[in-house]
């Protein structure tokens, strides 16, 4: 039996109150009658909850007739508390009822609050009929993420500023025309014009005028004043040989990056056969009290594991920087993962100062995630050994060595900020401690054997890299995989409806909505939360249904 629908008098009379505010004052006649006909208005008392995460996934729409509502986290979660107040004609939670979720915010009536209610069933009508309301609950999704995007960054870096990130081109950051010499310049020429212009690097060119190495302060202490040269030599004797360039069209985070992996100061930018200018460190993260270089030195200097939880700590906080100076995914991930490996590469040395592993030629592989170089702020190990199968070894007695050694690696970045693999994905288990012969047997039965076991090790192992050590026995191992792969269309087809599963996050009429991404008060929260439950859930690497997760 149909519900009875209210009289036309009272829709009409409610048009006309909605239509004293966006977006039902642009709405067809026909399209906020169909809202209006579906409303129930509610009354809530001043200081009344009116919807918090405990009431589930959310069913309704709310409209302000009058009072006042107050959007606020419920728990002290995020690093800074963030409400608002929302008033007459005003909608909650779109963002939780478009994402079909539980809301994230606690709506509390200020004032005694009278709030138009509308079910999902109606909401879903409307949305599909008008355009106008479609195009206004999506426009405010869209303005709710842009206000969340500008509220972390100024919660990581009240400094940071707008018109220039690191998703900038380089030439946007040149700050003035490079200074230059000819490499047949003295030393003492050199360090003259450096004093006079005040900066603390030359390019110098050779005889056809190109860029043929760099001259800065680092190499006035290290290889002039420490070594107690003349300071009438030609500066081609010390200067810093074929330096790092970059195109001018390439973003500050790349530059990063290569100062990251290289262990650079600075960077040459070039357009085209053009010198346009020197990118120093100073230049990327003037603001910041961290420095990607000295990072670099702090990790690799660390004589001690809690030395390098501290160094590792602060990659974390530099990564947190970043992303609040724009950073995309892509960049900020793979310039994680660069100071990542080196903290892992660290921790390799220590642990090997006290164990006999040096003669064995292994490899120490990262999988899943550390694999792809698309490590997040927040990640579990996932690693493994490969050795190789010398003729008359004793197999077993090198893992027994190799065992030890990686139990103490794995504890020392547990230490670092990498927890455990729940699923004990870690070289300090036999079964990820393998010689090539070994590995070759497990990756060639996980390709011909189907069960869900074998596509789940697959979809993890199948994405690994040389970290640490003989990366010959990955090349080989790769050669392996790819050689026997191609020949498996049944595993090639398995993986790719196993990959299916993971359902990107659209809405209800196509757009992107992305769960946590929705609520701008909940921003900061979902960079820590989202990260810290991909933690816990890594106890449990396939579902019920078989399916993998993401590593």
């Given at each position: 039996?149909?519900?009875r629908q209210?009289?036309?008098?009272?829709v009409?009379?409610?048009?006309d109150?909605?239509?004293?505010h966006?977006?039902?004052?642009?709405m067809a006649?026909a399209?906020?009658?169909h809202l209006?006909?579906?409303?129930?208005?509610?009354?809530?008392?001043r200081?009344?909850v009116?919807?918090?995460?405990e009431?589930?996934?959310?069913d309704?729409?709310?409209?302000?007739q009058?009072g006042?509502v107050?959007?606020d986290?419920?728990?002290q979660?995020?690093?800074?508390?963030?409400a608002?107040t929302?008033?007459?004609?005003e909608?909650?939670?779109?963002?939780?009822?478009?994402a079909?979720r539980a809301?994230?915010?606690r709506?509390?009536?200020l004032?005694d609050?009278?709030?138009?209610?509308?079910?999902?069933?109606?909401?879903?009508?409307?949305?599909s009929s008008s355009?106008?309301?479609?195009?206004?609950?999506?426009?405010?999704?869209a303005?709710?993420?842009?206000?969340s995007?500008?509220?972390t960054?100024?919660?990581?870096?009240s400094r940071?500023?707008?018109e220039l990130?690191m998703a900038?081109?380089?030439?946007?950051?040149?700050r003035?025309?490079?200074?230059t010499l000819p490499?047949?310049?003295?030393?003492r020429?050199?360090?003259?014009l450096?004093?006079?212009?005040?900066?603390?690097?030359?390019?110098?060119?050779g005889g056809d005028g190109?860029?043929?190495?760099?001259f800065?302060?680092?190499d006035?202490l290290?290889?002039?004043a420490l070594a107690?040269?003349?300071?009438?030599r030609?500066?081609?004797?010390?200067?810093t040989?074929d330096?790092?360039t970059l195109?001018?069209?390439s973003?500050?985070?790349?530059?990063?990056?290569?100062?990251?992996?290289?262990?650079?100061?600075?960077v040459?930018?070039?357009e085209g056969?053009r010198l346009?200018?020197?990118?120093?460190?100073?230049?990327?993260?003037?603001?910041?009290?961290?420095?990607?270089?000295g990072?670099?030195?702090?990790?690799g200097?660390a004589e001690?594991?809690?030395?390098?939880?501290?160094?590792a700590?602060e990659v974390?906080?530099?990564?947190?920087?970043?992303?609040a100076?724009?950073v995309a995914?892509?960049q900020l991930?793979q310039?994680?993962?660069?100071?990542?490996?080196?903290?892992?590469?660290?921790?390799?040395?220590l642990?090997?100062r006290?164990?006999?592993?040096?003669?064995i030629?292994f490899?120490?592989?990262?999988?899943?995630s550390?694999?792809r170089?698309e490590q997040?702020?927040?990640?579990?190990?996932?690693?493994?050994?490969?050795?190789?199968?010398?003729?008359?070894?004793d197999?077993?007695?090198t893992?027994?060595?190799?065992?030890?050694?990686?139990?103490?690696?794995?504890?020392?970045l547990?230490?670092c900020?990498f927890?455990l693999c729940?699923?004990?994905?870690?070289?300090?288990?036999?079964?990820?401690?393998?010689?090539?012969?070994?590995?070759?047997h497990?990756f060639?039965?996980?390709?011909r054997n189907?069960d869900?076991?074998?596509?789940l090790?697959a979809?993890?192992?199948?994405?690994?890299r040389?970290?640490?050590g003989d990366?010959s026995?990955?090349?080989r191992l790769?050669?392996?995989?790819?050689?026997h792969?191609k020949?498996?269309p049944?595993?090639l087809?398995?993986m790719?409806?196993?990959?299916?599963?993971?359902?990107?996050?659209l809405?209800?009429?196509?757009?992107?909505?992305?769960?946590?991404?929705i609520?701008a008060f909940?921003f900061?929260?979902?960079?820590?939360l989202r990260a810290?439950?991909?933690?816990?859930?890594?106890?449990g690497r396939?579902s019920?249904?078989?399916s993998?997760?993401?590593?």
């Open positions: 039996m149909n519900e209210p009289p036309p008098l009272l009409a009379a409610t048009a109150i909605l239509r004293k966006a977006p039902f004052d642009a006649e399209d906020l009658a209006a006909g579906g409303l129930k208005l509610r009354y809530f008392a200081d009344t009116i919807l918090s995460p009431n589930g996934i959310i309704s729409l709310f409209i302000i009058r006042a107050q959007a986290e419920p728990t979660v995020s690093l800074h508390t963030m608002a929302l008033t007459d004609g909608c909650f939670p779109i963002g939780a009822l478009v079909a809301t994230t915010l709506y509390t009536a004032k609050t009278f709030c138009y209610v509308l079910d999902e069933v109606r909401f879903k009508e409307v949305m355009p106008e309301f479609h195009a206004f609950c999506t426009r405010r999704l303005a709710l993420l842009a206000a995007t500008r509220g960054r100024e919660a990581y870096s940071a500023a707008d990130t900038s081109p380089l030439r946007n950051a040149l003035h025309a490079p200074v490499e047949s310049a003295s030393v020429q050199v360090l003259e450096m004093k006079s212009r005040r900066i603390g690097s030359i390019v110098l060119t190109a860029p043929s190495g760099i800065t302060q680092t006035v290290n290889r002039v107690a040269q003349p300071l009438d030609p500066v081609s004797e010390v200067m040989r330096p790092a195109a001018a069209g973003a500050l985070s790349e530059a990063a990056q290569l100062m990251a992996r290289k262990g650079f100061r600075h040459l930018v070039i056969d346009m200018g020197v990118i120093s460190e100073r230049d990327l993260f003037g603001l910041q009290r961290l420095s990607m270089q990072l670099r030195k702090d990790i200097r001690t594991v809690d030395a390098l939880a501290f160094a700590r974390r906080e530099l990564g947190t920087a970043m992303l100076q724009g995914a892509e991930t310039f994680i993962s660069a100071l990542n490996d080196a903290v892992t590469e660290r921790a390799i040395e642990a090997r006290e164990h006999d592993v040096a003669g030629g490899c120490w592989m990262g999988l899943g550390e694999g170089n997040t702020l927040a990640t579990d190990q996932d690693n493994a050994i490969i050795f190789p199968d010398a003729e008359g070894d197999r077993d007695a893992r027994k060595k190799l065992l030890a050694f990686a139990d103490q690696v794995n504890r020392a547990d230490a900020g927890p729940k699923g004990d994905i870690m070289a300090r288990n036999p079964a990820w401690c393998l010689s090539l012969a070994e590995w070759f497990r060639d039965d996980w390709i189907s869900p076991e074998a596509l090790n979809s993890i192992f199948f994405d690994f040389a970290l640490h990366a026995l990955v090349d790769r050669e392996f995989l790819l050689a792969v020949d498996r049944v595993f087809r398995q790719a409806a196993n990959a299916l599963q993971t359902r990107p996050p809405g209800l009429f196509g757009d992107i909505v992305g769960g946590e991404a609520d909940q900061v929260q979902m960079l820590r810290q439950d991909s933690l816990d859930r890594g106890s396939r019920r249904t078989g993998t997760r993401i590593r």
